[in-house]
């Protein structure tokens, strides 16, 4: 089970640091992933890494802006999101994808850990 925490109301150019937890079950076999869902939009994938942590993609409205990682050891993984925009503002969601499916489609995802809601203020 994943739970997704950290969200928040923050102003424009502000950082957040979100993080997803894993219970019942170790992480070290997923990759994982970052996506969003603003009102009226269809989810999307905001930050993924490999399982091994070597691997990372990034959608190009947050390159350079989010960082994801993770940590198997603690069986988490994080989105340190830095110079949010009002645009960024949406429900976070972390997903696990099992090891050797290439695939960062919101519908290929195994499991989905529920949201975080971001709310960015210009």
């Known amino acids: 089970q994943l739970q997704a925490f950290g969200g928040g109301l923050v102003q424009a150019w502000a950082s957040l640091r979100l993080s997803c937890a894993a219970s019942?079950?170790?992480?070290?076999?997923?990759?994982m992933g970052w996506f969003r869902q603003a009102p009226g939009k269809e989810r999307e994938l905001v930050a993924g890494v490999s399982y091994n942590g070597l691997s990372t993609t990034y959608a190009d409205f947050v390159k350079g802006r989010f960082t994801i990682s993770r940590d198997n050891a603690k069986n988490t993984v994080s989105l340190q999101m830095d110079s949010l925009k009002p645009e960024d503002t949406a429900t976070y969601y972390c997903?696990?994808?099992?090891?050797?499916?290439?695939?960062?489609?919101?519908?290929?995802?195994?499991?989905w850990g529920k949201g975080t809601q971001v709310t960015v203020s210009s």
């Open positions: 997903a696990a994808v099992l090891l050797g499916r290439s695939t960062w489609s919101p519908d290929g995802m195994d499991s």
């Open positions: 019942g079950g170790t992480l070290s076999i997923y990759s």
